[in-house]
């Protein structure tokens, strides 16, 4: 039962990602300009990949989905935190609250398991590239990215229970937008052996991916060790830009996840969460592939290309 003190307001309150700094207005307009090139650059990569035929491929049909995950990810966390700085109001929703408490864990645990996905379809097409047709056919990229969302509903369990404990003491969530970890801390009942059952199930979802990610790249290190020059270089390239992504999103995961919280505290975390950010995977994927700058240049109107040629010359 809840105590009498308890507020009758049912919102809870976001710490904010800029509560504790001098420059908020600096930092939320710079985290604008962030978001704005993140949802321009995953948009355009998925619209490339969508209409370019040189791109239909599983590789890129994989980076599109993970384009789209990271799209939906910061449509669901960004533009709350950037509201709450302009309109100075912390609060949110005991609904609000749950969708992103839905939202965040299976668009992060489909992410676990594309990037495992992404991992084979890098070892099918280095280490066996004469069945690579048939191992990575349009059939099975469809049933493997189905797989990977199937696999990311863990939120359709976990939020119906995260929102029905009591909280009767602080409503005050110790991040910038709802997640598990932080708003379990609020409480007032005994969740102990739920916690462990979350900590297990957390580190299954990352267990399972890690595993096919490192025997992939094991084995596709292994034989681009063994290339000649000129595929050494196109195939480390290759995985060098997945291997980013999976350190930088795999490292703040299992930070936050799997190591006990005595290693690390609310606010660390909340850096952590804000640490790895959608707008790098468009850039990390495009910057250094020659078939995505070539299929943006050949989107590009022909003046534009025409007035490039022309500085070039003169």
């Not at 509560?19 to 998925?46: E, Q, V």
């Not at 999976?246 to 690390?264: K, N, Q």
């Not at 850096?271 to 590009?300: C, E, W």
């Amino acid at each position: 039962m809840c105590s009498g003190n308890q507020t009758s307001s049912t919102d809870f309150i976001l710490t904010g990602l800029f509560s504790s700094t001098k420059h908020a207005d600096l930092l939320c307009g710079l985290s604008f300009i962030l978001f704005l090139k993140a949802l321009t650059g995953n948009d355009l990569l998925i619209l490339l990949i969508h209409m370019e035929p040189c791109l239909h491929t599983p590789m890129y049909f994989f980076i599109s989905q993970l384009s789209l995950m990271d799209l939906m990810y910061i449509c669901v966390t960004i533009p709350k935190t950037l509201m709450d700085q302009v309109m100075g109001d912390n609060a949110i929703s005991p609904l609000g609250c749950g969708v992103q408490m839905f939202f965040y864990p299976t668009l992060a645990g489909a992410e676990f398991f594309l990037l495992a996905a992404m991992a084979y379809d890098q070892y099918a097409a280095i280490c066996r590239p004469l069945h690579y047709p048939l191992l990575m056919n349009q059939r099975v990229c469809h049933l493997l990215v189905s797989g990977c969302w199937f696999l990311g509903t863990d939120g359709l369990l976990l939020t119906p229970s995260n929102m029905s404990f009591p909280f009767c003491q602080s409503r005050k969530i110790m991040n910038f937008f709802c997640e598990a970890p932080a708003l379990l801390k609020l409480s007032s009942s005994d969740i102990f052996l739920y916690k462990t059952l979350t900590y297990l199930c957390c580190v299954l979802m990352l267990l399972i991916p890690v595993s096919i990610i490192s025997t992939s790249y094991a084995l596709t290190l292994y034989r681009i060790h063994r290339m000649i020059s000129e595929g050494h270089r196109k195939a480390l390239t290759t995985c060098s830009s997945h291997m980013v992504v999976v350190l930088l999103f795999f490292g703040a995961s299992i930070y936050t996840y799997m190591l006990p919280r005595s290693y690390h505290t609310a606010e660390q975390d909340m850096m952590v969460s804000a640490f790895y950010t959608p707008v790098l995977n468009p850039l990390i994927y495009s910057l250094r592939d020659k078939d995505v700058t070539g299929a943006l240049r050949s989107m590009m109107p022909s003046g534009m290309r025409l007035g490039k040629v022309v500085n070039v010359k003169t």
